[in-house]
């Protein structure tokens, strides 16, 4: 299996509410001070990178964000005219084809073809060539939608390569699938939080993952871990039935400690539970006493992620661009 820091294709996703998209900038930059050109593709129309990593928010053309990172907001409507642009190799052709209402209402009716506009798009990008003939990106980062709908929209490619009779859209899905099921090129990024649904929910997207759509799990990253302050003697002591102190101030501290001992029993299980269940690299995260929406906060989970590419996920130095 590649290291993550040696993937040309990551497809980021998780339960709502982990700080996936907030993991997707932090990783963007850790991959860019690495040497990579990183894309970073986000489909939500309210997209949150442009204010993570400083900068207006993002439209549906690729702009330069940072040293070594670009970003765009995949629009399925214009990602759709683009494909019909690069088929008919006519932009008359397309505008005329695209700006007809009915082929319009048509396309949006067909399950699944805008979610595969938006995934086709980004991986069109992980094999686009600049003018030098190499790769354009190192890197593209597939900010996704939530596991659900994740899943549905890495189910897409599939459905077309089994259904769908030969031609251009077979041919682009077949390539797209194949690039997505290589563990040396690809591979999803399951984010989460060290608690019980989160990680049950983790477990059961990378049991989908392998075991319907046979998909490369490139990463686990365990977002907003506390640091434990107590040993597990401790938090047994803790947790037991106790008598009331002397005082209501004494009381209170121990009812706070168990409070805190309780919080890390409860993370240390469902860490453990997602490093057996998902049996891929787990990354942690800690939890920021700060915003973690401020670009600063996203730099420092960037360092931190940055020594895990090299300590557990990538060989130091590795992945750089000649």
Same mark, same amino acid.
């Given at each position: 299996?590649s +290291? #993550?820091?040696?993937? *040309?294709?990551l497809?980021? $996703?998780?339960?709502?509410?982990?700080?996936?998209?907030?993991? $997707?900038?932090? #990783?963007a930059?850790? =991959?860019?001070?690495?040497?990579?050109?990183?894309?970073?593709?986000?489909?939500?129309?309210?997209? *949150?990178?442009?204010?993570?990593?400083? !900068? +207006?928010?993002? $439209?549906?053309?690729?702009?330069?964000? *940072?040293?070594?990172?670009?970003?765009?907001?995949?629009?399925?409507?214009?990602?759709?005219?683009? &494909?019909?642009?690069?088929?008919?190799?006519?932009?008359?052709? %397309? %505008?005329? =084809?695209?700006?007809?209402?009915?082929?319009?209402?048509f396309?949006?009716?067909?399950?699944?073809l805008?979610?595969?506009?938006?995934?086709?798009?980004?991986w &069109?990008h992980?094999?686009?060539?600049?003018?030098d003939?190499r790769?354009?990106?190192?890197?593209?980062l597939?900010?996704a939608?939530a596991?659900?709908?994740?899943l549905?929209?890495l189910?897409? +490619?599939?459905v077309?390569?089994?259904?769908?009779?030969?031609? !251009?859209l077979?041919?682009?899905?077949?390539r797209?699938?194949? @690039?997505?099921r290589?563990?040396? @090129?690809s591979?999803?990024?399951i984010?989460s939080l060290?608690?019980d649904?989160?990680?049950?929910e983790? $477990?059961?997207?990378?049991?989908? /993952?392998? %075991?319907?759509?046979?998909?490369?799990?490139?990463?686990?990253?365990?977002?907003?871990?506390?640091?434990p =302050?107590?040993t597990?003697a401790?938090?047994?002591? /803790?947790?037991?039935?106790?008598? =009331? #102190?002397?005082d209501?101030?004494?009381?209170r !501290?121990?009812? !706070?400690?168990?409070r805190?001992?309780t #919080?890390?029993?409860a993370?240390a299980?469902?860490l453990d539970?997602l490093t057996?269940g998902?049996r891929?690299?787990?990354?942690? /995260?800690p939890?920021?006493l700060?915003?973690?929406?401020?670009?600063? %906060?996203?730099?420092?989970?960037?360092?931190?992620?940055?020594?895990?590419?090299?300590a557990?996920?990538?060989?130091?130095?590795?992945?750089?661009?000649?």
């Open positions: 299996m +290291p #993550l820091d040696q993937r *040309r294709f497809f980021v $996703t998780g339960k709502g509410g982990t700080g996936k998209t907030t993991v $997707t900038a932090a #990783l930059l850790a =991959l860019a001070a690495r040497g990579r050109r990183v894309l970073i593709a986000v489909t939500e129309p309210k997209e *949150r990178i442009g204010a993570l990593l400083g !900068v +207006p928010p993002l $439209t549906a053309d690729i702009v330069l964000v *940072r040293p070594n990172i670009w970003a765009v907001k995949i629009d399925p409507e214009v990602a759709m005219r683009e &494909y019909g642009e690069m088929i008919l190799r006519s932009r008359t052709v %397309s %505008s005329a =084809l695209f700006d007809n209402r009915t082929v319009r209402g396309f949006a009716a067909v399950p699944g805008h979610q595969w506009a938006m995934l086709g798009k980004a &069109y992980s094999t686009e060539l600049g003018a003939g790769a354009r990106f190192d890197c593209v597939f900010d939608p596991t659900g709908h994740g549905d929209m189910r897409v +490619p599939k077309i390569v089994d259904v769908v009779p030969p031609g !251009v077979r041919r682009d899905a077949e797209a699938w194949a @690039t997505f290589d563990e040396r @090129t591979g999803v990024v984010v060290p608690e649904m989160p990680a049950t983790s $477990t059961e997207l990378a049991d989908a /993952l392998r %075991s319907e759509l046979g998909l490369p799990i490139a990463a686990v990253v365990a977002n907003q871990v506390v640091e =302050l107590f597990r401790e938090q047994d002591l /803790l947790q037991r039935p106790r008598t =009331l #102190l002397a209501d101030a004494g009381d !501290v121990v009812d !706070v400690a168990t805190r001992a #919080l890390e029993r993370q299980e469902s539970k057996r998902v891929a690299p787990v990354v942690q /995260l939890r920021l700060g915003d973690a929406g401020l670009p600063e %906060s996203v730099e420092a989970l960037a360092r931190i992620l940055g020594a895990a590419l090299g557990a996920l990538g060989a130091v130095g590795g992945g750089a661009r000649p």
